[in-house]
């Protein structure tokens, strides 16, 4: 059984569809990232996968059940994680603070503790360590885009959406998160990621789908689009 799936999902804006009947599937503890140009859909993909867009046609499974029809919040307490793209972390608060309330933010998810969530957190994300009393304001992106990763995965999510972890942040900085994207895909929970630098988010992921024109032009194994040569010219441009 995957633990998450579209099933033929149509959906947009105002009547207006942005993606035609797309079809994906993820194995539990799998990843999988979503790549393709601009304008292709990506980000109406993410949207339909965490409950911010509601499917014109279609189904959207979460370990098996139909969550097509719960907005969000109803999805998160079903074990799904999200990092949004922007305005993921609150500022004004330290990292701590940040991380007490993203396990507050899913009440009853878990049984374990703050202090139990926090260890396995710094487990998996030593750099934030020396960081749990610093603003979240005062770190840099990536940092802060760990800091939401680690908030997001405080109730012990089933699932994690991540939607462009590398955006505005320097190619240095991006080349580092992604070693922590890594961390993640092998730590026990299933990742769909969606991302604008395709390399990267190949390179992150078990499995690739290219998304053009609101259509599946290719999936499979990462490893196999990033070395195909005709998907790179044809798709994937010179990132
Ligand atoms: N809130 C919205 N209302 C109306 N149209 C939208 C909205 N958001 C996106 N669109 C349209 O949907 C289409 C796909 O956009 P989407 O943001 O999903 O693509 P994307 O692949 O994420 O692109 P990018 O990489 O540029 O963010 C575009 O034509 C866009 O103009």
């Known amino acids: 059984m995957s633990a998450f799936e ?3 999902v ?15 599937s993820i194995a539990a503890n799998g990843s999988l990232a979503v790549v393709g140009p601009n304008g292709s859909g990506k980000s109406t993909l993410m949207k339909t996968a ?3 867009v509601r499917p014109t046609s279609g189904r959207v499974l979460l370990e098996g059940g139909d969550v097509t029809r719960l907005d969000a919040p109803g999805r998160a307490r079903r074990g799904l994680g999200y990092v ?13 603070e940040n991380l007490k309330i993203g396990l507050e933010f899913v009440p009853g998810r878990v049984r374990a503790s703050f202090a ?3 260890s396995a957190m710094l487990e998996l994300f030593p750099e934030l360590e020396p960081k749990l009393g610093t603003l979240a304001g005062h770190l840099s992106g990536g940092q802060r885009q760990m800091v939401a990763m680690a908030a997001a995965l405080m109730p012990a999510p089933s699932f994690l959406a991540l939607d462009e972890p590398s955006a505005g942040l320097s190619p240095r900085n991006a080349a580092l998160l992604f070693e922590v994207i890594g961390r993640v895909a092998r730590y026990g929970v299933t990742l769909l990621m969606i991302e604008q630098n395709t390399r990267l988010g190949l390179g992150a992921a078990d499995e690739g789908l290219v998304l053009v024109s609101g259509e599946v032009k290719a999936k499979g194994p990462a490893a196999g689009l990033l070395d195909d040569p005709q998907m790179r010219s044809l798709y994937l441009g010179s990132r």
Do not use: C, D, I, T
């Not at 149509?10 to 569809?17: D, L, T």
């Not at 949004?84 to 701590?96: G, H, L």
């Open 84 to 96: 949004p793209q922007e305005a993921n972390v609150f500022r004004n608060m330290s990292v701590r």
């Open 10 to 24: 149509v959906a947009g804006y105002g009547g207006r569809a942005v993606l035609h009947g797309v079809s994906l």
């Open 50 to 52: 965490v409950g911010l």
């Open 116 to 118: 139990q969530r926090l």
């Open 6 to 8: 579209l099933e033929a």
